[in-house]
Structures are given as C-alpha cells and as structure tokens.
C-alpha cells in the first residue's frame, strides 16, 4: 500500500510512567529536528492494533527533562511534520475533585491554564499577521468521545469530564494553591497539560487528555505527596490507560 493510502498514525505522547509503550508494535524510530528545535526524544513508530501510531516520550527516554523545560513546540511540530493529525496526550494529574482519587482515570473536558514563561505558541516572531485560535473547547470531542468509549466497553472506572488546572511546577502546589484551584473549578492539577493541547489545536491538530491520578492534590488528604504513592499509583492504574489507548485504536 503506497504511503498516501495508509491511515494517518495517531500520536500518543507520553508523560511521567508511561515513557515506552508496551503493546506498540514498532517498525521504526528517528530523531528528528524542527525550526523550534529538537523534540523531548526520538519519534517511536509503529502499530498499535491496526493503527499506525507514533509514540513520543514527553521527558525525554530516560525521564529526564521536567514539565517546565519540555520544548512542547518541537514535540508538536516533529509530530505534524510526521503525519499525525490526532494526539493523546497520557498525562500524570493531582485529584481535586472527590470522584478522582489515585489510580483513577480521567479524560477531561476543559483546561485553565496557570503556566507561564513557556514556548506557548507557533504565531510569534517575524509574523505576517496576528492569529487568534478559537479555544473555546480545548479537547476535540471526537477523539473525546472515541476514548470515552474505549474505556466503556473495557468496563473500567473513569470520568468522562474534568477541568484540568496546568500548573507550572516543577514543585507540586501548596495546599492553599489547590484551594483557589478548586475555587476556580478545576477537578484535576497537572504541569504538562498546557501549552501542548494549545499548540495542536495551532496546528490543527485533534487533541485528547488521558490524565491518569497519581496522587491527591495537595490538602486534599491527611498527608503530604510523596514519589513512592505516586508510583504505587502509575503501578495501579497505568495498565488501565494502556488498555483504554489499545482499545481505542481497535476500532
Ligand atoms: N500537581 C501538579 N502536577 C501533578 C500532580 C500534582 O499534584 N500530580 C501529578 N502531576
């Protein structure tokens, strides 16, 4: 089948626990470069299912480049330039809602963003005009609506809303940060969440969060975080955010 036939592959980047994707069938990899530089790691091609996908590790293979540094650009860029015109984002959250404890997953419906000082979008420099995105709804419903459905028929728990807060990080926030989040009305607290959705939806890109809890957000329980429930939480519940991803490209 010539190139031009083949589906477009989906990508699927991943955040903190989920830096190589088992499952993936992989036919290729290349490191790439892009006018904002270069991406977090190599691009991983391959099949998930039937779907061609290509996979790309937001901190770098090893976990090594923090939320604030990730050059999100070049990681949307090498992407689009790859062919992909719909993204997964796997996206490590703290829990602010009640429902959204560890282990959970959530795909979200909204985001407000806090972060700051970040390469946040491709309309800058030596511009011809100004654009505007519309970002009314940052996630695509479609793509939405395929992993909502994927984690149906697979039976697991999840919500299928959620205001996502992006912090800056790469500190987690202080109990009264997550009260005025909460006062906004975010649900979940992540530091990779923006400006990637923003950056897809700039170059037109679908865009879907699958925002795995790893911990409740700070205040919200007896204790303080710690690294050891957040990965006893990725052991838990990744499995569940790879199903739903092979689930999803099964169709
Ligand atoms: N806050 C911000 N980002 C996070 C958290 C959190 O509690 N947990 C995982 N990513």
């Not at 540094?69 to 949307?76: P, S």
């Not at 009260?179 to 923003?198: F, I, N, Q, S």
């Amino acid at each position: 089948m010539s190139q031009s036939n083949a589906p477009a592959p989906v990508g699927i980047i991943g955040g903190t626990g989920l830096t190589t994707l088992s499952g993936i069938e992989i036919t290729g990899q290349r490191e790439v470069s892009t006018p904002w530089g270069e991406p977090s790691a190599a691009l991983v091609e391959g099949r998930l299912g039937n779907q061609p996908v290509i996979f790309l590790s937001r901190h770098g293979n090893p976990h090594r480049i923090p939320p604030h540094q990730v050059n999100y650009r070049a990681n949307l860029w090498a992407l689009h330039q790859a062919g992909v015109r719909t993204v997964v984002g796997v996206n490590a959250v703290g829990g602010i809602h009640e429902a959204m404890g560890p282990a959970h997953i959530v795909i979200p419906d909204q985001i407000i963003d806090y972060t700051w000082g970040r390469g946040s979008t491709f309309f800058e420099g030596d511009l011809e005009e100004v654009t505007h995105i519309d970002f009314t709804y940052p996630y695509a419903e479609e793509a939405r609506s395929v992993m909502i459905d994927a984690a149906n028929s697979l039976g697991l728990p999840f919500s299928d809303f959620g205001v996502y807060g992006a912090t800056q990080g790469p500190r987690l926030e202080t109990a009264a940060e997550i009260v005025r989040l909460e006062r906004d009305g975010c649900d979940l607290v992540g530091m990779t969440g923006m400006p990637e959705a923003a950056l897809a939806a700039e170059l037109k890109m679908n865009y879907v969060c699958l925002g795995l809890v790893v911990n409740w957000a700070a205040g919200k329980s007896d204790h303080i975080i710690t690294m050891d429930e957040i990965e006893a939480a990725i052991a838990q519940g990744m499995s569940g955010v790879k199903r739903i991803l092979e689930e999803s490209m099964d169709g």
